[in-house]
């Protein structure tokens, strides 16, 4: 007998936090074995910048259908379906005998995570009605999130170590299986009748154009940057997103309503949020590769020298909504980005020979100021809203977050490309990309520190309104 949606809500909320912390743990895990990765299927640079990019990109550009996807056709069968197609795209990832198939299955992998990690959060809101109860349930869930995302380079760099890369993506099979036997059991099918339809060009034209702008940034380094191929894959990301605007301009229900950016406060928290995914994931991207080999560590060795990052964000994450309900959106995260921007600019510094007593504190002061901003930046996003679009704005808030990631990724590695190809050492490319980092992130709090400030909520739209959730319809499965 399968239990009901509405009952046995510890059991629910266990599943819904284990899935979503193996999508999240899949996000830092890979990160402790590139190295290993670069070594065995004999790739570059631009190989490792794909391998993170392809899986990051899907589900920037996915996330947001993905949620509506689970409304319309059912939070539970929507969750499933992306924990098998998560499950087999990581056993695909394991047996990749080449860096191609190796990208095709992280796609496939984001494809899964962009349904599995939307339908987990959809299954809470409709099994938490009471808003005290439901804010409680979703902090459970973030908090497995921060722990996916501390576990990642410690376990990756163990699994690495005793068994070498394909042992990272073997460790989602049986965490795949417990969801798919407990879902099975435990979930109800729940679904919203009236969630819109899903805007299929908007989507499609986004992953095209960002797509390309990512083919032209990531290659752009090895076949030059006037080739004919990058200079049309520039041309094709402008042409693709300049459609993507004008069509959901005039959507009825677009994935990005445009409207939302006429207020100040949401257009300015999701810029903010750009440079964050750019500067924390483009940075982070780096950092076991400058262990291993600028300072010459071994992988196990490297993923717990990452550690003070992730380990700060885990920890300092969960005062940030309070410090910014306290003291305001714009002098916490201003505060957050500047502390992280002046911890990347000290790691521009770090060379061979600097002991790591003297590395640890710049990666955790760069964690410490990133956690500073993401609770507040998505706070502000959705205080710009109306009340009725605070999930809508959330994903949003998420969905440039991942957008950074992917430019972050992208921009970043060309740096370093272009440093090694006049003739400068890796260390040296390295010191470049976390400088930048730096730059970037410091030019976002003068951005915030200026504009972030509070904005009158806008108006609520129409009944019919993408965001609008009607009682839920609860059936058995």
């Given amino acids: 007998m399968v239990v009901d949606v509405r009952s046995n809500r510890a059991a629910l909320l266990t599943v819904a936090c284990l899935g979503q912390f193996m999508v999240l743990l899949d996000s830092t895990i890979v990160g402790a074995a590139l190295p290993d990765m670069q070594q065995r299927l004999h790739t570059q640079l631009t190989g ?45 990832c394991s047996a990749a005998p080449s860096i191609g198939w190796l990208v095709t299955g992280r796609v ?23 808003s005290q109860e439901r804010v409680k349930a979703i902090g459970t869930w973030a908090g497995f999130s921060g722990i996916g995302l501390a576990a990642g380079p410690l376990a990756g760099g163990v699994l690495v170590e005793a068994f070498g890369w394909p042992a990272i993506f073997l460790v989602n099979v049986p965490i795949g299986a417990v969801l798919l036997l407990a879902g099975l059991w435990i979930l109800g099918e729940s679904r919203n009748p009236g969630a819109p339809a899903i805007d299929v060009p908007g989507t499609v034209l986004s992953v095209l154009g960002v797509g390309a ?59 903010a949020m750009v440079v964050v995914g750019f500067s924390l994931m483009g940075s982070a991207f ?36 309070r410090l910014a309900a306290r ?47 993401m609770s507040p930046l998505t706070g502000a996003a959705i205080q710009a809203v109306s009340r009725q679009e605070g999930g809508l704005a959330s994903g949003i808030s998420s969905t440039t977050r991942q957008i950074g990631a992917v430019l972050g990724v992208a921009v970043l590695g060309a740096v370093v490309h272009s440093r090694e190809s006049g003739g400068a050492s890796l260390e040296a490319g390295l010191n470049s990309a976390f400088v930048a980092a730096g730059a970037v992130t410091l030019a976002g709090a003068v951005f915030t520190g200026l504009w972030l400030v509070r904005s009158r909520p806008a108006e609520a739209p129409a009944p019919r309104a993408r965001h609008t959730e009607p009682p839920t319809v609860t059936t058995p499965s």
Avoid at 330 to 359: F, S
């Fill in 286 to 321: 780096f950092f076991s590769q400058f262990f291993v080999y600028v300072q010459g560590s071994s992988i196990l060795r490297a993923g717990l020298q990452t550690l003070p990052t992730t380990l700060a964000m885990v920890v300092v994450s969960p005062f940030a909504g």
């Fill in 213 to 271: 702008l990512t083919y032209a940034l990531i290659e752009g380094g090895s076949r030059g940057w006037t080739s004919p191929v990058i200079l049309g894959g520039f041309a094709a990301a402008v042409v693709l997103l300049a459609v993507f605007v004008v069509v959901e301009g005039r959507g009825s229900t677009p994935m990005l309503p445009p409207r939302l950016f006429r207020q100040r406060l949401f257009t300015v928290s999701n810029t």
């Fill in 108 to 130: 496939v992998q984001g494809i899964g995570a962009a349904a599995l990690s939307p339908a987990s959060l959809a299954l809470l809101v409709a099994a938490y009605p009471v």
């Fill in 48 to 92: 490792l910048q794909w391998i993170v990019d392809a899986y990051v990109l899907l589900v920037a550009m996915l996330l947001l259908s993905g949620g509506v996807f689970a409304d319309r056709f059912g939070r539970k069968r929507v969750f499933l379906a992306g924990v098998v197609v998560f499950t087999l795209a990581s056993v695909l």
């Fill in 327 to 373: 003291y305001g959106f714009r002098i916490v995260v201003t505060t957050g980005l500047t502390l992280a921007g002046l911890g990347l600019l000290t790691l521009g510094r770090v060379h061979e020979h600097t002991p790591y007593l003297n590395v640890w504190w710049r990666l955790a002061i760069v964690g410490l100021g990133f956690a500073l901003t």
